[in-house]
Structure formats: C-alpha cells, structure tokens
C-alpha cells in the first residue's frame, strides 16, 4: 500500500511539472582505444550521431591499456560491445572464432589494401578507417649541418646506409633502431622476404631474402653503429631521441606527424623508405570498425559503423594528423594536412598488407626471443 501511494505520488509529481518519462531509446555499446586527441574527436562524433539518430545511444567504452586483452574477455564471456574498433593483428582471431559479423560495403571507396588487411579468407569483417604505413623522418637542419643531401624517392640501401654513416658523428646517430617486428619488417619485405608466407602456410623468416634484410638491419647497430645500442638510448624512446636533435633519421608512421609539428624545434620532413632489391616496399596494417555477431542491435551496430566510415567522418580524423586515410575520396584533405602528407599517400601503392594468421603474436613472441642475440 504503501509503495503504491509512493508511485501515485511520483506520477502526480510529472503530471504538475509537465514532465514525462525520456524514451533513452536503443542503447550501444562501442569500443575502442586511443588518446586523448582521439577521444577529442570521437565524443563530440558520437554526440552528432545520437542527433542524427535519436532512436540510438551510444555507450562509449574507451579502453586506452591493454585494449586487446580486455576485448577478448568481453568476447569469451560473451559480454561483447556492439561495434568493436579493431586492426589487422588481431582480427584473424576473432575472424577465426566466429565472433565477428560479415560485412558488405561498396569496396571501391576504399583502397584494396585496407580491404584485404580487415578480410579474412574473402569475408571483410571491419569497415576501414586507416591505413598505417611507414617512411623516413628527417631532421633537416642535420642534413644541412653536414652538407648531406636530402632522401629522394628512388635512394636504395646503399644510399641510406651511405647517408647514415654521414649522419652519424657528435653524438648523433644515422637512424633510428626499434625490436618490434614493424620496424624491421621494411627491411625484409623490400628484400622478398618478411616473416610468413602470403598464403600463411608456413614461415620465411630464414629464407635468404628475409636473412639479407635482418643482416643489414641487425648490421645498422652492430657493424655500423650508426643506430643506437640499448645502452646509448637508455630509457628515452625513438621519437624523444629525435626532438632532441641525437637522431637524424627515424623510421617511424603517421602518428608522430602531430607530435614533431607541436613540438619538434627543428625542420624536418618525410622521405620514403630507401630500395632493397624488390623495391620500397612496407608492411601496410589497417583499422577498422566491426560488429560484434552477439550484438543484439545490429542495425543499430551498422549505422553507427556508416557514420564513423563516412567520408564527413574521415574528414574530421584526417585533421587531427593522426591517421592516414583507407578513403579515396578524401585525397585532398589528407594532402593539405600537414608535413610528409604527400609521401605517406603515395606510398600506400608500394605497402603490402603485412601477412597474419591466427597465431600471429605468438610467432612474434617466439622471434623476439630468437633475435635477442642478433640485435643486441
């Protein structure tokens, strides 16, 4: 009785005040990573979305550490978010387990790389955001210091080992040297060789095209030393070592553009990376959006994936400096976006979508040991 008087009252309550109960209509859930300037972008997104889509809410859920590790728990326990953002390293494994809806788009809006990086077995299972590749920066100033002459877009190994070893003096190293598996892949790849086979049926690693590419990588550091030991880099990271003047070249993506704009107190600029016998060739890695199979509000999931693929949409991540595009149609809006835009377009025709299966990471956690000696 006494509840009933107590929602009697409630109701007469919203009657006086002329309220009624909001319809908080299909809520969302949408995952991904990023920084702050990524969030910076993406909420003010989302709150356009629920504009436009008024029948939706979108549950944001940014997960900045160990992004991959917390999703697959949500997908283990079946508590995944509606719309996942994923790249190319990990979606064969949720490909592989089913979790992922298959997706239809017009392909030709995209580049093909960015397709077939977010494919598995010919089923597209993530709409492109971006495309991630790799290019030399360069500190100009150093190169004018010393007299060198600035990388041009047919410079080969031997010109670049050539331009390290003039970079190299006073406490400057010639270029940047990173373990992970991305930075020396370049290396290989532009040799013949990389780390599995495009069919992925078995691993190249030790072939000579891919020894060839280690060797002079590997040589950089050790025979060379014109890239920094361990020791000599100490705790700073490749990028500080480079707003610090200590590196002259630096191998690295799209995403340290904005960084060395706001903050680099020197002129530099972006080269391709130099010629091995197969050519200029890097691993091109891509992200994307994906629906969760389990999701109950799938065309919901769909039209939110639509917005944040849309060329409006890429415009607005194209101008953080972040991201290189997987559109076409937004070419010239990533031209006109800073330093090095012309380079990373032009050389997403030469990157090759960088082979993964399944156990992936796990190839890569065994390679990291095995090349502990070679590097170090």
């Excluded at 309220?19 to 859930?29: E, L, R």
Aim: contains cysteine; negative net charge; aromatic residues 12%.
């Amino acid at each position: 009785m006494k509840k009933s008087l107590i929602l009697f009252l409630m109701l007469v309550g919203l009657l006086l005040c002329g309220c009624t109960p909001k319809d908080t209509g299909t809520v969302i859930q949408f995952a991904s990573w990023g920084s702050k300037s990524e969030v910076d972008i993406l909420k003010p997104m989302l709150a356009d979305f629920e504009a436009q889509n008024p029948d939706i809410k979108v549950d944001f859920m940014h997960i900045p550490q160990n992004y991959f590790q917390k999703i697959h728990l949500l997908f283990a326990s079946h508590n995944a978010p509606d719309v996942v953002f994923v790249n190319n390293l990990y979606l064969p494994v949720y490909a592989n387990a089913g979790v992922l809806e298959p997706l239809q788009i017009d392909e030709t809006e995209y580049f093909p790389q960015a397709l077939n990086a977010l494919s598995r077995h010919g089923v597209l299972y993530a709409v492109p955001r971006d495309v991630s590749n790799l290019a030399v920066y360069y500190n100009k100033d150093i190169f004018d210091k010393y007299n060198v002459p600035y990388p041009d877009e047919d410079w080969t190994f031997a010109d670049f080992l050539q331009t390290a070893q003039k970079l190299t003096r006073n406490g400057i190293f010639g270029i940047s040297f990173e373990e992970d598996a991305l930075f020396y892949l370049p290396y290989l790849m532009s040799e013949g060789g990389g780390i599995l086979s495009d069919d992925l049926t078995h691993e190249i690693i030790d072939s000579p095209e891919s020894q060839k590419g280690l060797n002079f990588y590997a040589d950089l550091r050790k025979k060379y030393h014109v890239a920094p030991l361990k020791s000599e880099s100490a705790s700073a990271t490749m990028a500080q070592m480079f707003l610090q003047g200590k590196l002259a070249m630096q191998l690295s993506g799209r995403w340290l553009t904005p960084k060395y704009t706001e903050e680099a107190n020197f002129d530099w600029d972006v080269a391709p990376f130099p010629k091995g016998e197969k050519g200029s060739i890097v691993p091109l890695d891509a992200s994307g959006w994906a629906v969760s199979k389990d999701s109950k509000h799938k065309d919901e999931a769909l039209r939110l994936v639509e917005f944040l693929a849309s060329k409006n949409s890429s415009e607005k991540f194209i101008k953080s400096g972040l991201i290189v595009p997987a559109r076409h149609d937004v070419e010239l809006e990533f031209l006109n976006s800073g330093k090095g835009s012309k380079t990373f377009w032009q050389i997403i025709k030469t990157s090759k979508p960088t082979p993964v299966s399944v156990n992936y990471n796990e190839i890569l956690d065994k390679l990291s040991e095995k090349l502990e000696y070679k590097f170090n």
